[in-house]
């Protein structure tokens, strides 16, 4: 499973890499009539302008998923594969539910080059 840890690792370094690029910002969607569908980061910089797409659901959805919240999932997600390295390492092995974690969080990556067919759940 260490395997699996090393390619979540680098799938997180990944994601937060992306997201620090795009500012690490909280973005949100404008209750503006006139600019509905406009996402801006929280310095007030327009990140998607209304010119028709996305629609007001589709920008919720992208603000919502702000470079800050996959900052936040990304820690989180460095937590539990930290927890589950740190059982692996002193007890030389996983058990059932540190495996199945790991396993569910790889999940997301599964059209990734790197990704195994064994860990597909």
């Known amino acids: 499973m260490s395997d699996l840890a ?4 680098a799938r997180l370094d990944e994601d937060e890499a992306v997201a620090r690029a795009a500012g690490g910002l909280a973005w949100s969607t404008l209750e503006h009539p006139i600019w509905e ?8 910089e ?7 797409a996305p629609t007001a659901v ?4 992208i603000a919502r998923h702000d470079p800050a919240r996959v900052l936040a999932d990304v820690a989180a997600k460095r937590k539990i ?13 996983l058990s059932g539910i540190h495996a199945a974690l790991l ?3 790889a999940q997301p990556y599964a059209d990734h080059a790197d990704f195994d067919e064994e860990w597909r759940a």
């Open 81 to 93: 594969v930290a927890l589950a390295r740190r059982e692996e390492y002193l007890s030389g092995g």
């Open 46 to 52: 327009v990140i998607v302008y209304d010119e028709g």
């Open 6 to 9: 090393e390619f979540l690792k």
């Open 37 to 44: 569908g406009r996402i801006e980061d929280s310095r007030g």
């Open 58 to 61: 589709q920008a919720a959805h």
């Open 103 to 105: 396993l569910a969080l």
